[in-house]
């Protein structure tokens, strides 16, 4: 394994085929059974001077050939299959009590993963004494107070193993709330796993805690690339939400699995992208055919001539007015002049429409920036095959291969701005106004012009002025872009270390 060491100093490394095993001792003959020191070896009846019984056979209940077979079904499952078959059972039972999966695990391995005595348990009406029998914390129930959690994150804390001081982040324990620090923790699964050969019932290493060990908390270190057709495991040292890059080139986030998303933290990345999938699609059309009940606020289509309009809401039944979206009632029986815009009920529910069109707005406003530098993005992956002809080119001009690779480095730049752009604008899509946020704003401003003018350089430039005219406009407008970027982030972060930011919560 080789070990890789990022721009921040998070280390790790990968593990290939991580659940494999290379076995070089010889595995014991066919017919020996290994008993500790002891073997015993299995010897065929009819060499040991008996006959086979002929009457027995696979699936029997060993009678003789004159008596009537009962019939006793069974199977011979491999490793795959009874996997395949815990996560069924795990499956079929979640669908029903809808627990984390790790939790459901430990559950059925109780029950020696009999789903229907769990199941018969787990609606007997007393669930709290259930997970007391388990070993495992009621995730229905809030987390027991944290042991650290109103110490600061940046404070040093004594691990209660070993007693060194390590950062709070290189610290993780169960839903108990004991925490320790990951070299004890590794050392301690290590310890029970392969030492002492326990596996399932692997309980919390504070003095009498009986919580067991989830599936989570042994896998945290270990993350599969995300990248399509990826076989490979990103190992490190302590989870967090760092960079990190694959062998195959996908550089993710290692705590949620995106794409690496500075300057926005994982908590809004996930609300983001969960409100494009649900409203990206059907925003603009919205905007521009539909109003909102003035009383439910459901989103309503007109598909007639007449504004009287009524709800279809089986609980609503409004009856309004298209126009003013005021009540119908006063408009009368009779056609009607719709002057009544002064009225409190119909301005309140114009203002109460403009505010969910504002809303609207606003997040198309923030959602169309982020798919265009998205957009770029992937454009600016093609300029390379473009910049690798230009620079040979350059080459057969009496310039040396290092003399020309500013234009590679330049490509790479601009596509790091693109992306921290990109991010950007989920990042202050959730930022509420204050002096910061105007800060940050006027630096967003100017990484974003000079990465168009860079992009327009590149596009369009190298192919049309002097090759030292490219050469110093290029190393210029790159370095620049590099610098204003920095700026941006540290502003950022220091945003997060003094809690400067303010958030608006979707």
Same mark, same amino acid.
């Given at each position: =394994?080789k070990?890789?060491?990022?721009?921040?100093?998070?280390?790790?490394?990968?593990?290939?085929?991580?659940?494999?095993?290379?076995?070089?001792?010889?595995?014991?003959?066919e017919d020996?059974?290994?008993?500790?020191?002891?073997?015993v070896?299995l010897v /065929? $009846?009819?060499?040991?001077?008996?006959?086979?019984?002929e009457?027995?056979?696979?699936g029997?209940?060993?009678?003789?050939?004159?008596?009537?077979?009962?019939?006793?079904?069974?199977?011979?499952?491999?490793?795959?299959?009874?996997?395949?078959?815990? @996560?069924?059972?795990?499956?079929? @039972?979640?669908?029903?009590i809808?627990? $984390?999966?790790?939790i459901?695990?430990?559950?059925? +391995?109780?029950?020696?993963?009999?789903?229907?005595?769990?199941?018969?348990?787990?609606?007997?009406?007393?669930?709290?004494?259930?997970?007391?029998?388990?070993?495992v914390?009621n995730?229905?129930?809030?987390?027991?107070?944290r042991?650290?959690?109103?110490? +600061?994150a940046?404070?040093?804390? $004594?691990c209660?193993?070993?007693?060194? =001081?390590?950062?709070?982040?290189?610290?993780?324990?169960?839903?108990?709330? *004991?925490?320790?620090?990951?070299q004890?923790?590794?050392?301690?699964?290590?310890?029970?796993? &392969?030492?002492?050969?326990?596996?399932?019932?692997?309980s919390?290493p504070?003095?009498?805690? /009986?919580?067991?060990?989830?599936?989570?908390?042994?896998?945290?270190?270990?993350?599969?690339?995300?990248?399509p057709?990826c076989?490979?495991?990103?190992? @490190?040292?302590?989870? /967090?939400?760092? $960079?990190?890059?694959?062998?195959?080139?996908?550089?993710?986030?290692?705590n949620?699995?995106?794409?690496w998303?500075?300057?926005?933290?994982?908590?809004w990345?996930? #609300?983001?992208i969960?409100?494009?999938?649900?409203?990206s699609?059907?925003s603009?059309? &919205?905007?521009?055919?539909?109003?909102?009940?003035?009383?439910?606020?459901?989103?309503?289509? #007109?598909?007639?001539?007449?504004?009287?309009?009524?709800?279809?809401?089986?609980?609503?039944?409004?009856?309004? !007015?298209?126009?003013?979206?005021?009540?119908?009632?006063? *408009?009368?029986?009779?056609?009607?002049?719709?002057?009544?815009y002064?009225?409190?009920?119909?301005?309140?529910?114009?203002?109460?429409?403009?505010?969910?069109?504002?809303?609207?707005?606003?997040?198309?406003?923030y !959602?169309?920036? %982020?798919?265009?530098?998205?957009?770029?993005?992937?454009?600016?992956?093609?300029?390379?095959?473009?910049?690798?002809?230009?620079?040979?080119?350059?080459?057969? *001009?009496?310039?040396?291969?290092?003399e020309?690779?500013?234009?590679?480095?330049?490509?790479?730049?601009?596509c790091?701005?693109?992306?921290?752009?990109?991010?950007?604008?989920?990042f202050?899509?959730?930022?509420?106004?204050? =002096?910061?946020?105007?800060?940050?704003?006027?630096?967003?401003?100017?990484?974003?012009?000079?990465?168009?003018?860079?992009?327009?350089?590149?596009?369009? /430039?190298i192919s049309?002025?002097?090759?030292?005219?490219?050469?110093?406009?290029?190393?210029?407008?790159?370095? %620049?872009?590099?610098?204003?970027?920095?700026?941006?982030?540290?502003?950022?972060?220091?945003?997060?270390?003094?809690?400067q930011?303010?958030?608006?919560?979707?």
């Amino acid at each position: =394994n080789k070990v890789m060491d990022s721009d921040e100093g998070y280390n790790y490394d990968f593990d290939e085929d991580e659940c494999s095993e290379d076995s070089g001792a010889e595995e014991p003959g066919e017919d020996t059974l290994e008993l500790g020191e002891d073997e015993v070896e299995l010897v /065929d $009846p009819a060499e040991a001077g008996g006959e086979r019984d002929e009457g027995l056979e696979t699936g029997g209940s060993g009678h003789g050939t004159g008596q009537e077979e009962e019939d006793y079904r069974f199977e011979v499952l491999t490793a795959e299959q009874i996997l395949q078959h815990m @996560v069924e059972c795990i499956r079929e @039972v979640n669908e029903v009590i809808q627990n $984390p999966a790790t939790i459901t695990r430990i559950l059925l +391995s109780h029950f020696n993963w009999d789903r229907e005595k769990l199941m018969e348990r787990y609606f007997d009406g007393n669930v709290d004494k259930l997970f007391s029998e388990c070993h495992v914390i009621n995730p229905c129930k809030k987390s027991r107070t944290r042991l650290m959690s109103t110490r +600061s994150a940046a404070q040093d804390l $004594p691990c209660q193993i070993c007693y060194l =001081n390590y950062p709070n982040s290189y610290f993780t324990g169960l839903e108990c709330g *004991h925490k320790f620090c990951l070299q004890c923790w590794g050392d301690y699964l290590t310890t029970k796993i &392969i030492e002492e050969g326990v596996g399932q019932t692997i309980s919390c290493p504070a003095h009498s805690c /009986d919580i067991l060990v989830d599936d989570n908390t042994c896998n945290r270190l270990l993350k599969w690339c995300p990248a399509p057709d990826c076989h490979h495991v990103v190992k @490190v040292q302590y989870p /967090d939400a760092k $960079p990190v890059r694959c062998k195959c080139g996908r550089q993710f986030c290692f705590n949620c699995g995106e794409n690496w998303h500075d300057p926005v933290k994982c908590k809004w990345l996930r #609300k983001w992208i969960k409100k494009c999938d649900d409203d990206s699609e059907t925003s603009n059309w &919205i905007a521009a055919n539909t109003k909102e009940c003035p009383k439910c606020h459901v989103t309503i289509e #007109k598909d007639g001539g007449c504004n009287h309009m009524v709800c279809r809401n089986q609980s609503c039944k409004a009856e309004f !007015c298209w126009v003013c979206l005021g009540p119908w009632e006063p *408009h009368g029986s009779a056609w009607y002049n719709c002057n009544r815009y002064n009225e409190d009920d119909a301005k309140a529910a114009r203002d109460a429409q403009e505010r969910s069109r504002a809303m609207l707005q606003r997040y198309l406003f923030y !959602c169309n920036r %982020y798919m265009n530098h998205m957009q770029s993005l992937r454009f600016e992956h093609k300029l390379y095959a473009g910049v690798k002809a230009k620079m040979e080119e350059m080459q057969q *001009h009496n310039m040396s291969w290092i003399e020309v690779q500013f234009l590679k480095k330049a490509v790479d730049v601009l596509c790091q701005c693109r992306s921290t752009l990109m991010f950007t604008y989920v990042f202050a899509f959730y930022l509420k106004k204050n =002096n910061q946020s105007i800060i940050f704003e006027n630096n967003q401003a100017d990484l974003e012009n000079c990465t168009e003018t860079l992009s327009g350089y590149l596009e369009r /430039d190298i192919s049309q002025d002097s090759l030292q005219d490219i050469k110093q406009k290029v190393q210029d407008k790159y370095r %620049y872009c590099e610098s204003r970027r920095r700026v941006l982030l540290q502003h950022v972060h220091e945003g997060y270390e003094k809690d400067q930011w303010e958030y608006i919560e979707d």
